[in-house]
Structures are given as structure tokens and as C-alpha cells.
């Protein structure tokens, strides 16, 4: 769900002055008096402006210029900045700690520029200062009423400098509106910002400075024919009510508008604006839902297949509920004070009830008490599916999603897949890329250790998203997206579909033979692969430490690009080959598990992980034999039969795990190696299951969790593979 990443603006990544980290300068305006100011020869300032780019990221140049006797920063992002001179050649930036520094060339002029929190990035001097457009957009704030009496803050962005009437671009957020500005919405949005729109941003119910009680995930009221003429409709509120009054008020209370509104958001705010397309208002024209949580239960945020995410179940409801704003989440410190290893933390704590009674909080918060009392899938959790209510393509959607989303991967395929049978007016959308969760709004070529060569945010953003939303809104020309683009990682190219998986992708079998092998042929042997799982021992699913999931340097937002090496040695899981590629091999579409495995225990966890192995020569050093996974997911044993009623598996009977890796869209190129890899703990990301059937996982006891052997078959009867989506046929003559 993205705690904020800060609250100035969701999921703002501007990649200035670094490929890793975000400078943020503070949105000091022309005019406004610097903090200690230094007098400055306009000359030695003029010889610093300039474009400066940093080499690793040429799409994210930034500009310095003098006016009114500053020198004043911009970029694509970046409202212009006057700087704070503190000598000849270096700047602070204001109401930071961070500083800019210039090295002249022989001539005097600035040619390259370092900054203090990066100093290993050096931007060089790449020719005149570009200027941006940045309208004036002017703020107010307002508190609307709701049906119910209930007052939700919003703040308000109108552009002063446009004189024709404007659509409303709204995101709902429960992680704060108040620093929306000029500033941040450029910072975060920038070509919608150039564009021109009366931008709002809402405050949820119960949150920041709105009224009411806020509830996670809010399930969705009957908004039938029938309930919405009775008596009881007034009362009966939710995301998409909230939502509707609020575009309601908009259009009868701001000024200036084309009585078109359009919402966009990314993760929570995603949520939200997919509620706006269910009974929507009908001035709502077009919604862009990006990386929603659909159903927190079966594959978003919260819990993927029954199996339950505790360090992020943890972290996030600890930051979300314990105040209406957002609180900081801490592991504790060691004697040498350094923060506690998470993978130490919740080990030690055991089941998630424990964490609970040793968190310090006197009550359990709403949703850990969801959690501890509603382990399986009832009606607490189906009544906060959206899917259920995505029979009709109300309003044009475009879904936005990330094949290394490392919080809501599932959610945009689903609503794509649960709206695309209803598409008879061909507006249901879908873009999908290489990003982590939210990272379109990046201009980056990277993403950890992976180099895709351009910058695929910014194209999206500028190519897809704006004009998505300048057709719908504004009736713009240049919207022509037939349903899905996905950006193809391995070829690093994009690719259009009429649908998604599109027709060509054929269901392929590649199958987990003995000795460690893959074949796209029936084991001619029958095979067995085991390994012994131990809870007390869990397979970590990154490197450790662990930190805090939204905490300063923690490395939750990449980790499902980490190369797997770190855990391939292990002894408690199973790896099997194919011969490396003799030619690319293309898999677009879904990736489907079947696995046939027994435990000595009454419980266990599957985890499936498809893994592109790099080859030892390969031309970028850092890829070397790198294992990169490109399919992974978890099923928790119990749920087999049902996601209601869980039951004890019978130790030693073989079982069989059907469940999707999700989509992909990747090339296996030649001289690669195609992996499969299982296990049974990923840990502590996902709780450990005992291993032993107890009725609820949350409240397992220490001598609970024990240690089991599970096997995996390959024969004619238990037929052990994974159903490849191929859009090029393979066979052992063929590709090996």
C-alpha cells in the first residue's frame, strides 16, 4: 500500500542528483528571501548556469540559472529554487543540510557538479540551461460534507495562468494533503502538472484532518438498483459515496471547471480511484487505478494465498492506525546501537499474537485484530474485495501495474482480468513494466541492479498516462492505446497487445524432473526431490538485516529483483535447470504452478520462484550469473480445498499446488538458464507455518513449529511443472 513515501507527495521518485537516493529541494519561491543569503558576483554565477546530467541517468538533467542575482535550480520536476551561496563554488539547498558544489574548467566555467549526499554521482556540464513550464497554480483548502454529515479536507491546486476551463484530476489518499503544492504535484506528477488541470487532493474519512473514523480498506455497500432508492442509502457509505459527494461539490463550488473530473492514484490512492469507477458521479470520465489493492486476502499487501505477511502486517497497520497520521515503526536497538535485524525481531516474538502483546500498544489496532481474528478468507475479507463489483466498465480505466511490485502486483491484473469480459466500449486499459510498486513515476533507466536503457516511467507517463487522460478529459487527440502495453524485460522493448495474455502466448508445460532438471518433456522416469523445512531456521526473503519496512535505508523496495544466490546454497530448498538457451525464449502471459508434493507434517507452505539465470560472461559485470526471478509467489497448504475452511493435510499423501505466479512478459535470452526453485519459508516477510495443523496460525504456540521433509514428484500420475506462456515454440532440439 505505499506508507507514503513520504506524505509530500505519494510515491514521488525525482531522481535528481542521484541514481539512488531523492533530493528534495524545498519549494522556496522566486521573490522569497533565502535563509542567510550570501552576496554574489553575477558574473561567477553565470558561469555556473547551465544543463548538468548525471551520465548514469541522462533523462534527468538539471538546469541552474541566475535571476534577481540568484542562482536558481530547475528541472523537469522542479520548480525553480533559489539556492543559498556559501562560497564561490558551492550552494546549500534551502531549508536542507545538503550542498551543491561546482568545478570550473580551465575557462572558469562550471563543468561538473557534485552533490553532498551522493558524492560518488558527478553530473557534467551537457549545454544551456532548459526552463520548464510551471503554471501558477494557486491553493486553497476546503472541508466538504459528506451524505452523512461527515467533513472531508481537500486541498485545492487551479492554475491562475489558464483562463479556459479545466477537468478535475483528483487523488484521494489516506497518507495526507497537506503538502500538496505547486511543487509536489510537478515533483510527482510532472506532465500532468505542465498540462494544466484543477488538481485536488482529498483526505480519507478519518484521516489527517478529515472527520470521521477511518477504516483499512473499506468494504464496499450495496450499490444495487434497489438499495440505492431505499431509505437506508443516505446512511450507507464507503469509498465510492465519499468520492461521489465529493466531485458533487467540486463542480457546484470551484470555479472554472469543465465538469469533467478524473481520478489517479497509486496504491491506497489506486484503491480509492478504482472506487470512483463503481456508480460513479457522472461527471467522472476516466480513472487511472495504479498498483490498487483489489483484495488484501487472496494477493494484495495483507496476506497472498492465506499465507500472511507479517513483517509488513506489522509495520504498515502500526504506522496507519496508531494516530490519524502516519507514526514511525521501530525494531528496537542492539548494545552497539544498531537497529535489531527484523528477521531476528519477529523470530523471537514467534506467532503474530506475540508480536502483538510485545508491541507496547495496549489495545490491538482495528486491523490487527482482523488479523488475529479472521485468519481465513470469510466475509471480512470478501466484502473488502473489489473485484466483486467490477461487472461493468462504467468509465474509461486504465490499470497500471509492475511486474516487481513488491506490495500490489496482483491487484491491476486482477481488475484488468475481472473488467476485460464487460469491455464492449473498449476502455478497459492495462500497462504493465519492470517497475516496483509505484516506480513509473520515475524517470530512472534502472531499477536496482537492472539497466533497461531508456526511461521507461517517463515514457509511459508522458506517452500513455497524460494522454489518457487529455483525451478523456479535455478531448485531445493522441490517445492510442488499443488495450495493453507492456514493456518486454530480457528484449527491453515495448510491446502492444490486443489483450492480455495476448492469443499468440501458448500454455506450455515445463516440467521438474529428476536430478535437478527442467524438461518441455514427461519425466521418461518417475522422480522425487526433497528437503527438510525448518520454522526455526526460515529461509530469509532478502538480505539481511531486515529493516524496518518504510524505515531510511531499507531495502524493501527492490528486493524482488535481488539475485537469488543469497538462499540458492541452502539446503531446505530445491532447484532444478534446463541446459542453457541455444535462443530467446519468449514467455508473455500468466505463469501457472502445479506441483505435486507430500509433508511429514500436517501443514505446509509452497513457494514457487521462476529464475532467469545471467550468464558468467555476461556484458555488464554486475549481472554475472546473476539468478533474477521473474515469477514468484506463496500458497499456504491449509487453503488447498478452500480459502474458507481450512484443513489439516494428511502427512505423506501427495497433494497438488495449482496456483498463479501472476503475468510476465520477459525474453529468457540465448546463453541464459531457465530456473525453478522451492521452498517452504520466506521468512519475515510471510509467518512461518508450524508445520503442524493448528486452528489458527496467528496463535501458534513455540512447541508448535516443527520441522518437516517435503517432497516434491514427477510422474505420470503427479506430474510436476509449470504451465509457461510461450510466444515462441521450444523444444530440446530447437532451443538447447
Known amino acids: 500500500m505505499t506508507l507514503g513515501r513520504v506524505a509530500l507527495v505519494a510515491l514521488c521518485f525525482a531522481l535528481l542528483f542521484s541514481t539512488n537516493q531523492t533530493v528534495r529541494l524545498a519549494p522556496v519561491a522566486l521573490g522569497e528571501t533565502p535563509l ?27 538546469s541552474f540559472y541566475v535571476q534577481d542575482g540568484k542562482l536558481v535550480v530547475e528541472s523537469e520536476r522542479e520548480v525553480p529554487t533559489a539556492l543559498i551561496q556559501n562560497s564561490p563554488t558551492e550552494f546549500g539547498v534551502p531549508q536542507t543540510k545538503r550542498t551543491l558544489k561546482f568545478t570550473l574548467d580551465a575557462n572558469g566555467h562550471g563543468e561538473t557538479l557534485t552533490p553532498s549526499n551522493d558524492s560518488d554521482v558527478v553530473y557534467k556540464r551537457t549545454g544551456d540551461a532548459v526552463h520548464h513550464v510551471f503554471h501558477d497554480y494557486q491553493r486553497t483548502e476546503s472541508m466538504i460534507p459528506m451524505r452523512d454529515g461527515i467533513k472531508l479536507h481537500v486541498v485545492i491546486l487551479k492554475p491562475a495562468d489558464i483562463a479556459t476551463p479545466l477537468p478535475f484530476l483528483i487523488q484521494r489518499t489516506p497518507y495526507g494533503c497537506d503538502e500538496t503544492s505547486r511543487a509536489s504535484f510537478s515533483g510527482g506528477r510532472p506532465e500532468l502538472a505542465r498540462d494544466g488541470y484543477i488538481y485536488v487532493c482529498g483526505d480519507i474519512r478519518g484521516r489527517f484532518k ?73 461527471a467522472v470520465k476516466a480513472i487511472s487505478p495504479q498498483a490498487p489493492m483489489i483484495n488484501v486476502w487472496l494477493g494484495d499487501d495483507f496476506f497472498h494465498n492465506g499465507a500472511f505477511r507479517q513483517s509488513y502486517g506489522y509495520d504498515y497497520v502500526y504506522a496507519m492506525e496508531s494516530d490519524k497520521g502516519n507514526a514511525d515503526v521501530s525494531y528496537g536497538k542492539e548494545k552497539d546501537g544498531k537497529p535489531v535485524d527484523g528477521y531476528d525481531y519477529f523470530l523471537e516474538r514467534g506467532s503474530f499474537i506475540e508480536d502483538v502483546k510485545k508491541s507496547g500498544v495496549k489495545e490491538p489496532f482495528p486491523t490487527w485484530k482482523l488479523f488475529l481474528d479472521h485468519p481465513s478468507y470469510d466475509t471480512v475479507w470478501s466484502s473488502r474485495g473489489v473485484e466483486y463489483h467490477l461487472n461493468k466498465v462504467t468509465v474509461p480505466t486504465l490499470s497500471v501495474g509492475g511486474y516487481y511490485d513488491q506490495e500490489d502486483m496482483w491487484g491491476p491484473q486482477e481488475e484488468y482480468t475481472k473488467l476485460e469480459p464487460h469491455d464492449s466500449n473498449h476502455e478497459n486499459f492495462l500497462v504493465l513494466g519492470p517497475w516496483r510498486h509505484g516506480s513509473w ?77 527442467l524438461s518441455w518433456s514427461d519425466a521418461k522416469e518417475p522422480a522425487k526431490t526433497s528437503y527438510e523445512s525448518d520454522p526455526a531456521n526460515p529461509v ?29 546454497d541452502r539446503k531446505d530448498l530445491a532447484v532444478w535447470k534446463l541446459p542453457v538457451l541455444k535462443k530467446d525464449l519468449i514467455v508473455t502471459g500468466e505463469v501457472l504452478a502445479d506441483i505435486f508434493a507430500s509433508t511429514t507434517g500436517t501443514d505446509n507452505d509452497m513457494v514457487v520462484k521462476l529464475i532467469d539465470q545471467y550468464p558468467d560472461n555476461d556484458p555488464d559485470p554486475k549481472m554475472r550469473g546473476y539468478q533474477l526471478m521473474t515469477n514468484e509467489e506463496i500458497f499456504r497448504g491449509r487453503y488447498l480445498d478452500s480459502f474458507e475452511k481450512p484443513i489439516p493435510m494428511r ?37 512461518r507455518n508450524p508445520q503442524t495443523f493448528v486452528p489458527n496460525i496467528m496463535t ?22 509449470l504451465q509457461m506462456p510461450l510466444m515462441n515454440a521450444c523444444d530440446h532440439i530447437a532451443c538447447f
Request: proline share 8%.
Open 36 to 62: 542567510q543569503a550570501a552576496p554574489s558576483a553575477p558574473a561567477s554565477l553565470d558561469a555556473l548556469s547551465g544543463e548538468y546530467t548525471n551520465p548514469n541517468e541522462p533523462d534527468t538533467p538539471i
Open 210 to 282: 478529515s472527520e470521521g473514523q477511518f477504516v483499512m480498506s473499506r468494504p464496499e455497500v450495496d450499490h444495487s438498483a434497489d438499495q440505492r432508492s431505499s431509505s437506508l442509502a443516505p446512511k450507507a457509505v464507503d469509498e465510492s459515496t465519499d468520492t461521489y459527494d465529493t466531485v458533487d461539490w467540486l463542480l457546484k463550488n470551484v470555479s472554472g471547471n469543465n465538469g469533467r473530473a478524473g481520478f489517479v492514484g497509486t496504491s491506497y490512492p489506486g484503491f480509492l480511484a478504482m472506487a470512483a469507477g463503481i456508480d460513479p458521479h457522472p
Open 441 to 517: 513515476a520515475s524517470s530512472s533507466r534502472h531499477l536496482g541492479n537492472l539497466n533497461y536503457g531508456e526511461p521507461i516511467g517517463k515514457e509511459f507517463r508522458a506517452q500513455i498516462e497524460a494522454k489518457f487522460f487529455g483525451h478523456y478529459l479535455k478531448d485531445e487527440p493522441g490517445f492510442t492505446l488499443e488495450d495493453t502495453a507492456s514493456f518486454q524485460t530480457g528484449s527491453n522493448t515495448w510491446k502492444y497487445y490486443a489483450h492480455f495474455p495476448p492469443k499468440e502466448a501458448q500454455p506450455t508445460s515445463l516440467h521438474l524432473v529428476g536430478d535437478g532438471q
Open 540 to 568: 530469509p526473503y532478502r538480505h539481511r538485516p531486515i529493516q524496518v519496512t518504510y524505515s531510511q535505508g531499507s531495502q524493501w523496495f527492490n528486493w524482488l529483483t535481488v539475485d537469488q544466490r543469497f538462499v540458492t
Open 651 to 687: 502427512s505423506g499423501s501427495i497433494h497438488e499446488y495449482r496456483y498463479s505466479l501472476h503475468g510476465v512478459d520477459h525474453v529468457f535470452k540465448a546463453g541464459h538458464t531457465v530456473m525453478v526453485e522451492i521452498q517452504s519459508t520466506w521468512f519475515p516477510l510471510y509467518d
Open 700 to 721: 501458534a504456540k513455540p512447541a508448535e513449529y516443527k520441522a518437516a521433509t517435503i517432497t516434491i514428484y514427477s510422474d505420470p500420475d503427479h506430474d510436476s511443472s
